[in-house]
């Protein structure tokens, strides 16, 4: 039994931890509560002219954020490859070739559906 009072402590210690930083230790080291001006959104000193609702943006828009999301996630596997190209020989680089072309199709896609065009 003398073993497992070990780990009876650890287990308390990892339970207790974020219990206190939660409940007991968070309340006493935040910020008061607030009123009308602190719970504004901060827009370099400027007053808000309008609210956030008002400004309605194109679905296009997300779609171009996304697309790019996508191809710039999409490019970061090429470093790795790159730096492994002569320990991969042959097998390597055809499967970067289906990779590639797996990204190509999905760009002929995206450019054919006319989702590159902002207007």
């Given at each position: 039994m003398a073993n497992y009072?070990?780990?009876l402590v650890a287990a308390l210690i990892v339970i207790s931890l974020p219990v206190l930083t939660l409940f007991i230790i968070t309340p006493l080291v935040r910020a008061s509560k607030g009123g009308k001006v602190k719970l504004e959104?901060?827009?370099?000193?400027?007053?808000?002219?309008?609210?956030?609702f008002d400004h309605r943006f194109s679905v296009r828009y997300f779609l171009i954020a996304v697309l790019f999301i996508i191809f710039d996630v999409e490019t970061v596997f090429l470093f790795p490859w790159a730096i492994r190209f002569k320990q991969l020989g042959w097998f390597g680089a055809i499967e970067m070739?289906?990779?590639?072309?797996?990204?190509?199709?999905?760009?002929?896609?995206?450019?054919?559906?006319?989702?590159?065009s902002w207007v």
């Open positions: 009072s070990v780990l959104p901060y827009e370099c000193g400027v007053p808000a002219s309008s609210l956030a070739a289906v990779f590639l072309a797996i990204l190509l199709v999905g760009y002929l896609y995206a450019w054919k559906r006319k989702v590159l």
